[in-house]
């Protein structure tokens, strides 16, 4: 592979990585705000521990969608593939993903905190699992069209 496009290649999945990780820092404000805001007053005349799931339901689910929302716009905006699938198809394919990541983050948890401190398993694990998020979305949920006519020059 040439030196010049190689060099373009990673500079370009540098920069959809950043963006990423943007978004995700995003939704973990707008996690706790919902979160907070839905065991507070949305919720407040609910009693018990069912009050605290119906907050983090709610919050899961706004800061998905919002995470969903500003990566297709942002992250992989350059991707043209979601213009032709529909878009409940690709938000059941961010979701899935979403939960491929939690289920990584839960069992390498568990497992490396064999041998590591609980709360250490825990962040290297959200490092694992955030990871592998990416690619699937990147290869999966927003990946380059396949058609030949070069509809999609996105990277």
Do not use: K
């Not at 018990?48 to 905006?77: E, K």
């Not at 394919?93 to 709360?119: D, K, S």
């Amino acid at each position: 592979m040439n030196d010049d496009l190689y060099a373009t290649l990673r500079r370009l999945l540098a920069w959809r990585l950043v963006r990423f990780g943007s978004v995700g820092a995003s939704g973990v404000l707008v996690n706790l705000a919902v979160l907070y805001i839905g065991r507070e007053y949305l919720f407040a005349w609910v009693d018990g521990p069912l009050r605290l799931n119906l907050a983090l339901a709610l919050a899961i689910l706004v800061a998905t969608l919002n995470n969903f929302t500003w990566n297709r716009l942002w992250t992989w905006h350059d991707r043209r593939a979601h213009i032709r699938r529909g878009l409940w198809v690709q938000l059941g394919q961010y979701f899935l993903a979403g939960w491929i990541g939690i289920g990584i983050q839960v069992a390498l948890t568990n497992l490396l905190a064999l041998w590591l401190h609980y709360l250490v398993a825990n962040l290297v694990a959200i490092a694992c699992a955030a990871v592998v998020n990416y690619l699937v979305n990147d290869v999966w949920t927003f990946r380059r069209s396949l058609d030949p006519a070069g509809a999609d020059e996105g990277v």
